[in-house]
């Protein structure tokens, strides 16, 4: 059961289960964030009919229907969730409601059900800002920056507790940082139903002419051009990560009951970086605006992902140029 399967990543992540061999992904979504149109775009990608439960996942007893009508559900991969950061500064308590609701009723219905994997999405937003870089699964968890962010502290913590005593399910948070780009068909991809706030989305909207210009968000960081360092990674390899991370609980039994696992390329790349990239690749010169630096962002986040290469059998396939290509050509695909 993949929740939240109409989304972003979720999309993605049905596509690579299903491109696996290996499973047959149930999508649930109550395209509260998205739209109900990625089905088809995925049944035609992918040649296959996918099953859509169009549910609340806080709505219990709706939620729990579905475990009586397909039986046997072996995973969960929990991606449902409100994700905006300044949306949530806005409406807190829908952040806590929903992020940490529909968190309780998965894993209700993971003992209820008898669901032996679950896996679910965590940040780099819970690092806050850090230290020392690259940040690993050891770096502490910092003072939660914005209210998207405590849910996802919340959740780890509620998984860890929960693990104490429900052992029979295994549970993986994996700590994405920043996912970006398309499938590489270029036939589906990220449609936030909102103005987006992520840079790379931004930028195709620019470079296709639905924005006048990308503000850059301080060019006066400690860094080594002044703008923001991130760790861009292409969501089919955070689409990729989830499917491995089924495959270890599989085949390893004596997996510990929760782990955390850090999903990121290791590289970090400035915004003005981006920029050049995104110029370079798409042949779009962008309107660029220098403006100040935005509210809690952190200089520079990077991660060292060791624990996913060694436990997992993972690694990044795809660069930088793939990430911006593949959403370069969604992004005219989306808009013709
Ligand atoms: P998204 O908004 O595209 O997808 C989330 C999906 O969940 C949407 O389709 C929405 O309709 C659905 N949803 C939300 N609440 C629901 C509910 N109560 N019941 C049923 N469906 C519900 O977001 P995404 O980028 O695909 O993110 C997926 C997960 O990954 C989220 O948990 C997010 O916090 C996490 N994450 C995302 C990023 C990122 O940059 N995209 C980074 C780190 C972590
Ligand atoms: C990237 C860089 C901006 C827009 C967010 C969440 C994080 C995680 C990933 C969910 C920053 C700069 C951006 C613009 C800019 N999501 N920027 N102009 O903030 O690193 O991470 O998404 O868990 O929790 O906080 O991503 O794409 O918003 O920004 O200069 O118009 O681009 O300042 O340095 P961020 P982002």
């Not at 699964?137 to 929960?162: D, N, W």
Request: net charge negative.
């Amino acid at each position: 059961m993949v929740t939240g399967g109409l989304g972003y990543i979720g999309s993605q992540t049905i596509l690579e289960l299903i491109r696996s061999g290996e499973y047959e992904p149930i999508a649930v979504d109550s395209c509260v964030r998205s739209n109900p149109e990625t089905l088809g775009r995925l049944e035609a990608i992918s040649g296959r009919k996918i099953k859509h439960y169009l549910t609340d996942i806080c709505d219990k007893e709706n939620f729990f229907r579905i475990f009586e009508e397909e039986k046997n559900i072996a995973a969960i991969i929990h991606f449902a969730a409100f994700k905006s950061v300044p949306e949530s500064v806005e409406i807190p308590l829908e952040y806590y409601r929903n992020n940490l609701g529909s968190l309780e009723n998965v894993l209700e219905a993971c003992t209820k059900y008898s669901v032996k994997q679950l896996i679910f999405s965590s940040s780099c937003s819970i690092y806050g800002d850090v230290e020392k870089l690259p940040v690993d699964e050891s770096t502490p968890v910092g003072t939660p920056f914005c209210p998207y962010a405590h849910t996802k502290q919340i959740g780890e913590q509620m998984l860890r507790f929960y693990a104490d005593i429900h052992p029979e399910t295994k549970y993986i948070a994996l700590r994405y940082f920043n996912p970006i780009g398309a499938d590489m068909s270029g036939k589906t991809g990220e449609e936030p139903k909102d103005a987006p706030n992520n840079l790379l989305p931004i930028m195709t909207q620019v470079a296709s002419g639905q924005r006048e210009c990308l503000s850059v968000f301080g060019t006066d960081y400690d860094t080594r051009d002044g703008s923001c360092i991130r760790d861009y990674i292409h969501v089919a390899d955070i689409a990729d990560a989830h499917v491995k991370a089924l495959q270890y609980l599989e085949k390893e039994p004596n997996a510990p009951v929760f782990d955390a696992i850090n999903l990121g390329s290791g590289n970090g790349v400035s915004v003005l970086e981006m920029i050049e990239a995104f110029d370079r690749i798409t042949g779009v010169k962008l309107n660029v605006k220098r403006t100040g630096r935005r509210a809690g962002d952190v200089p520079a986040i990077y991660s060292n992902s060791t624990k996913a290469h060694t436990l997992l059998g993972w690694h990044c396939r795809h660069n930088l140029d793939d990430m911006i290509s593949s959403a370069w050509k969604w992004e005219q695909e989306r808009i013709r």
